[in-house]
């Protein structure tokens, strides 16, 4: 059965104290991993997307990596505006199965201090 | 351009109630996902459409829940005989195709009293 955990559940940091969330996943074929970011009261907003292990994709002070377990999502010198619950997603190459539906963690609920 | 719109943003509705939610995706894209959120969790999956049907309904709670999409754009989930325990966040998602990167709207919040 596919699953996705993420770690730690909640993370308090000070402004620019850099950290890392991580995501480990299950999955049968890894098609793609998802990383979203989602705002209290709002949809989850689209981040990146991984599809290989290896692979490293960056934007602004975060970057996401990709290993055949796990994903990490590094936070460079965050900022209050950084606060928010990331998401993370697997979604199964197995095209036996679901036609692309997401599995979600249940996030990291990240609060940056001034 | 747009992006994925939700109506109506809350929604409060008494136990045994029908209601009707409406996902209206962006333009163009083919594919059309339903998820639920429940307080403190990640999405969970519900219905998948490319185009006009439900290519997978596997995540459909139980045959209170249905949706449909009859022109190939705009979605409706609907559901019948409402329990408390369907209060939840209700994420629509769209992409270009089943394999795409999925876009969310804001969701509708339904409340069952």
């Known amino acids: 059965e596919d699953q996705v955990t993420q770690s730690p559940e909640a993370l308090r940091l000070q402004e620019g104290e850099s950290s890392s969330l991580n995501c480990s996943y299950t999955?049968?074929?890894?098609?793609?991993l998802f990383w979203y970011r989602q705002d209290p009261g709002k949809g989850p907003e689209f981040l990146f997307t991984?599809?290989?292990a290896g692979e490293e994709k960056e934007k602004e002070r975060l970057k996401a990596t990709l290993t055949k377990k796990e994903s990490f999502l590094h936070i460079t010198a965050p900022k209050p505006e950084d606060s928010a619950t990331y998401l993370c997603?697997?979604?199964?190459?197995?095209?036996?199965?679901?036609?692309?539906?997401?599995?979600f963690g249940k996030g990291t609920k990240l609060s940056v201090k001034p | 351009g747009a992006g994925v719109s939700q109506t109506p943003s809350n929604k409060v509705t008494e136990k045994g109630k029908y209601v009707e939610l409406r996902c209206d995706p962006i333009?163009?894209?083919?594919?059309l996902y339903w998820y639920r959120q429940s307080l403190g969790q990640g999405p969970e999956f519900l219905i998948y459409?490319?185009?006009?049907?439900?290519?997978?309904d596997s995540g459909l709670p139980n045959d209170r829940f249905f949706a449909v999409r009859p022109e190939g754009s705009v979605s409706t989930l609907k559901i019948q005989r409402t329990e408390r325990g369907d209060s939840a966040v209700y994420l629509c998602?769209?992409?270009?195709?089943?394999?795409?990167?999925?876009?969310f709207g804001p969701g509708t919040r339904l409340l069952v009293l």
């Open positions: 998602a769209s992409s270009f195709g089943p394999r795409e990167t999925q876009y």
């Open positions: 999955v049968s074929g890894l098609r793609g």
């Open positions: 991984l599809y290989s």
């Open positions: 997603a697997v979604q199964d190459g197995d095209y036996g199965g679901s036609q692309g539906n997401l599995i």
């Open positions: 333009s163009g894209h083919t594919a």
């Open positions: 459409f490319q185009g006009t049907g439900a290519a997978d």
